[in-house]
């Protein structure tokens, strides 16, 4: 099998515009997304509707295409991205633009997912460690069924746990955390991408909602790495400090 990874990133943010390529440790955020990627896959580009994003990309040894900037989602951007590369790829790997830490060993697991035939669609999960966190709505839930396919994502807490003070339920529960990175078969993905919004997306604005109304089944791999996503500047403030504290 052949596996692509493309990463959507726009310069247009309403909480950090540029984000791209704000400077962390030196390098722009999206070369260390690239990097920490491109080895574990047949091919990566960075799928962008921004010239500045694009040449950035070609100047550090990157591979990029240009997208319309008319995208409703990331997942629409990778669809056209796909189509534009031009080659057969069997799985694409949906990247975040704004994960630099992501690790290697959470890209082959997902890929792992797919020597199975009946895997249309991956994702990451992993484990809640604090009840501030799990109460955070930004942060998505994952409940799954005991084959590890999602039953449903939700930003309420998932599964309520009754007669156990809430301070308790992690030492009663494991709840897991949704990593926003996805892995689709080609057709999965052109096919998810003609489906109109439905209405628990519109209820929770959580895209992969969309799929598993219509019957997709997505496979949750769960995974001990915590990334760091940068949506702020405060957060390109704290992923400076965790590389400074890796050190």
């Known amino acids: 099998m052949k596996f692509i990874g493309l990463i959507p990133a726009?310069?247009?943010?309403?909480?950090?515009?540029?984000?791209?390529?704000?400077?962390?440790?030196?390098?722009p955020v999206i070369q260390?997304?690239?990097?920490?990627v491109a080895g574990a896959l047949d091919a990566t580009f960075v799928a962008t509707d921004d010239e500045r994003i694009y040449q950035t990309v070609l100047d550090f040894g990157g591979q990029a295409v240009m997208t319309s900037a008319n995208h409703p989602s990331g997942t629409d951007r990778i669809a056209e991205a796909l189509e534009k590369v031009?080659?057969?790829?069997?799985?694409?790997?949906n990247i975040q633009g704004d994960e630099p830490f992501i690790q290697k060993e959470q890209i082959t697991s997902l890929c792992r997912c797919f020597e199975n035939s009946h895997?249309?669609?991956?994702?990451?999960?992993?484990?809640?460690?604090?009840?501030?966190?799990?109460e955070n709505p930004n942060s998505p839930k994952i409940v799954t069924d005991n084959q590890?396919?999602?039953?449903?994502?939700?930003?309420?807490?998932?599964?309520f746990i009754r007669?156990?003070?809430?301070?308790?339920?992690?030492?009663h529960h494991t709840f897991l955390k949704h990593l926003g990175i996805y892995a689709y078969r080609s057709h999965v993905l052109k096919e998810i991408t003609q489906l109109p919004m439905s209405s628990l997306e519109r209820a929770?604005?959580?895209?992969?909602?969309?799929?598993?109304?219509?019957?997709y089944k997505i496979?949750?791999?769960?995974?001990?790495?915590?990334?760091?996503?940068?949506d702020t500047p405060d957060d390109l403030v704290r992923a400076e400090a965790f590389i400074r504290n890796r050190q």
Do not use: C, M
């Open 10 to 27: 726009r310069y247009a943010s309403t909480r950090f515009p540029g984000k791209p390529l704000a400077k962390l440790a030196g390098k």
């Open 32 to 36: 260390h997304v690239y990097e920490q």
């Open 86 to 93: 031009g080659k057969e790829f069997d799985v694409v790997i």
């Open 119 to 134: 895997t249309q669609i991956a994702t990451l999960g992993k484990p809640f460690e604090t009840i501030e966190a799990l």
């Open 148 to 159: 590890g396919y999602a039953l449903y994502f939700s930003r309420s807490v998932i599964p």
């Open 163 to 171: 007669n156990i003070e809430k301070d308790d339920w992690l030492n």
């Open 204 to 215: 929770e604005s959580l895209e992969q909602l969309r799929w598993l109304q219509n019957g």
């Open 219 to 230: 496979q949750v791999v769960t995974t001990d790495f915590e990334t760091v996503g940068i």
